[in-house]
């Protein structure tokens, strides 16, 4: 039998208005994989990400977690009951940390398993507690992010996300708004999930991330898959020339 791909992506099309930012993507995730999605601004990467939990919604196609359509059509009432579950699934960390800035580090991890899981206090806490060891932030826990710098604000986020225990973990361009000193501490938390065979999907710009830690490296631009394969192929061998043009100018830009 063939097995279910644990994330599916099918024709995805967004357009807003008459500009296309997906045009027909496909693509296949397995349990346990680290994909890393790369490109230039406005590539799209992004907006396909955001996809996978619905946020971004698409204009056509499919997306599938464990066989069950995440972007389904459904009467507003029944639609908001679906994607709550299907979000509770599916953790995903932004760009801008997206702390409660009136609420500590424990209030902001507590929350949603205490409003979507019904958790009780005790149980709320223990697993903030658990999720703030796993990123190193426990000695943090009744600071408030005014008190942290960026780096523990995004691991705090990180923690705040794996609360929920998801079978998924999205990241969006996660160390991009970090001073370049912050940037390892919230790769070296990716890095241990990577260890856990977590399945990770991560959009980034941090190729020696990518290059070390990932499975597979797909390359986006112009709304469409250029490339992808493992690390050791796109970035030492690229098949296609646009993919080699975007490793060039990045490596010109790193020196």
Same mark, same amino acid.
């Given at each position: &039998? ?13 357009s807003?208005?008459?500009?296309e930012?997906l045009r @027909? ?8 994989e680290?994909?890393?999605i790369?490109?230039p601004s406005?590539?799209?990467k %992004? ?5 996978i ?5 698409? %204009?056509?196609?499919?997306v ?8 389904k059509?459904l $009467? $507003?009432r ?9 979000r509770?699934? *599916?953790? &995903? ?10 609420l500590?580090?424990r ?15 005790a149980?709320?806490?223990r697993?903030?507690e658990? #999720?703030?060891?796993h990123?190193? &932030?426990?000695e =943090?826990? @009744? ?8 780096? #523990?604000k995004?691991?705090v986020? *990180?923690a =705040? ?7 998924l973990?999205?990241? @969006?361009?996660?160390?991009s708004?970090?001073?370049p !000193?912050?940037?390892e501490?919230?790769? #070296?938390?990716m890095?241990?999930?990577? !260890?856990?065979h977590?399945t990770?999907?991560?959009?980034t710009? /941090?190729?020696?991330?990518?290059? %070390?830690?990932?499975d =597979? ?7 469409v ?8 192929v796109?970035f =030492?061998?690229?098949t296609?020339?646009?993919t080699?043009?975007?490793l060039?100018?990045?490596l /010109?830009?790193?020196?």
């Amino acid at each position: &039998m063939t097995q279910t791909p644990f994330v599916e992506i099918r024709h995805a099309q967004k357009s807003y208005g008459t500009l296309e930012v997906l045009r @027909d993507v496909n693509l296949t995730v397995n349990r346990g994989e680290i994909v890393a999605i790369i490109g230039p601004s406005g590539s799209g990467k %992004s907006t396909l990400l955001r996809a996978i939990n619905d946020l971004d919604p698409l %204009s056509a196609g499919e997306v599938l977690l464990e066989g069950v359509q995440v972007n389904k059509t459904l $009467p $507003p009432r029944a639609y908001e009951a679906h994607i709550n579950e299907m979000r509770q699934h *599916i953790g &995903m960390v932004f760009q801008h940390f997206n702390l409660f800035p009136h609420l500590t580090v424990r209030q902001n991890v507590t929350m949603a398993p205490k409003l979507l899981k019904r958790l009780g206090e005790a149980e709320a806490n223990r697993l903030a507690e658990e #999720q703030l060891a796993h990123v190193g &932030m426990l000695e =943090r826990i @009744d600071y408030y992010p005014s008190q942290l710098s960026g780096g #523990q604000k995004q691991r705090v986020a *990180i923690a =705040r996300a794996l609360a929920m225990k998801p079978k998924l973990m999205l990241f @969006d361009e996660a160390t991009s708004a970090l001073d370049p !000193e912050l940037v390892e501490e919230v790769n #070296q938390v990716m890095k241990r999930l990577a !260890e856990e065979h977590m399945t990770m999907i991560i959009v980034t710009h /941090e190729m020696d991330f990518a290059a %070390s830690v990932c499975d =597979r490296v797909i390359f986006m631009d112009g709304g469409v898959v250029v490339e992808e394969g493992p690390p050791s192929v796109v970035f =030492r061998t690229p098949t296609q020339e646009r993919t080699r043009n975007f490793l060039r100018k990045y490596l /010109e830009g790193a020196k």
